[in-house]
């Protein structure tokens, strides 16, 4: 699983740091570095931008794996130099920068937007698999979840807009239940398609969602 | 007689789309139920068509019930979740309205705010669901309602899909629809009889009403638009030549549309013209169709 980010255009990020003169980065080893969009280059490339830009970089450092524990250790290694900054401008998904903003007493920026979770399907090619509703049907559905491969999530088959078995929002997007009709095809189980499906409980989705070991959703 | 008795009495009837405009002018409105009344059964109102932001069908139906027009509320699952659809179908009663068709809905990405947040909380099935819970007196979660509505609630079928999974998906929907309460289905625009009567034989057995739907033409431009955009729409080369020959399109298109009527009419329980802004000459198409 990869969290997928996206770089935010420079002047976002040049609105956010303000008036801060004085920055600090920190990049991400594990899905930013994957992805190009926080690792060691990127990181790089953002401390010439902010210089550029008449920004003073106080320093910068990768973190194997900046939603982990561990970061609170880096930053305490390289306290010196994040205390120099005014900010921290944090090149990875939201979780890292959570993250950091529970160890750094420092105001912290997004670099990054973070848009879901993901699967490798093929080389380089990521799909959204799991949006995490809390109502997994993927029994029913032969394993392919149409809340994250329908563009309109929905439940009880296509929409009318599948055109040549694509979906008409991305034509290059297969339509889920083109695939999930092809596979339960396959599996003998086509009687499946006919259930109906009630809808979903989307108080399972109220935020936050906090989870106590043992206890379960809070 | 109101739609549904039409159909119950087993009537060929004939509705029609009518689009609300973007802003509060509503001449066009009034002119176009003037135009409809006496010559249609029902007209549709659509439900900020293509995900492009409009006046709403609600207020549209409304006026449309006033100027002596059956309205047919279209009612999409795009904008509102459970509660505003619950609860705009308890006004649309209040208002005298009767039929409702359930959508899904278009995508708000492929409209004109693209930025919009799809809601989707329910689906299409589900609306029909809820519309048959509200006739028995209770909201979606058992809670007793003062006052029930009796719609009589209608859906949407594409019959062009091109696949065999994407047709046989088409007809597992239509049964799940019409298992949830559909009274009655309209189809998107169909332009090859051929395999319109296809579609018919196998549904045929679900023993319900389908109005056939037409799309006049306005020039081979926009046949090959559809063609090359929209979902289960064909238009065979054949038709597209006859518009892009055509001296008079309007005549051409009004000629089409009445010679698709025609051969189809045998075969289904009604025509829905979705004129798509050119409402006008629906009365010539149903002149020229006979009807």
Redesign the interface.
Known sequence: MITITEQKPLDEIMQCLGKCKRVYIIGCGTCATMLHTGGKSEVLEMKNKLEADGKKVTGWMMIPTACDKLTGDALKINARKVKAANAILVMSCAFGVQTVSLYADKSIYPALNTLCMAKEKTPGCLTEICMQCGNCVLGQTAGICPMTQC???????????????KC??EPEHD?A??LI??RL?KLGELDK??E?????D?AKMKRPRTFKVGEGLK | MSLQSLLEAGKFVVTAEVGPLKGTDTTEIVEVAELLRGRVDAANVTDQQSSVMRMGSLAVCHLLKESGLEPILQMTCRDRN?LALQSDLLSAYALGIENVLAL????P??GDHPQAK?V???????LL?VIKRLNEGYD?VDNELKGKPNFFPGA???PG???E??F???L??M??KI??GARFFQT?AVYEPGAFAKFMKRVKGFGIPILVGIIPLKSAGMARYMNKN???VFVPEELINKMAEAEDKAATGIEIAANLIKELRDICQGVHIMAIGWEKIVPGVLDVAGL
């Open positions: 563009s309109k999530g929905l439940l009880n088959g296509p929409c009318g807009g599948t055109k040549e078995d008409e929002q339509c239940w083109i009709y092809d095809k398609l006919k109906m499906a009630m809808s979903v989307y | 459970r899904t809905g278009d995508l990405s492929l799809p989707f909380d329910l689906d299409s099935v589900q669901w979606m949407v079928v594409n899909m091109g696949s999974a994407a046989e998906l088409q597992i929907k049964e799940k298992a949830t998107q929209v979902a289960g």
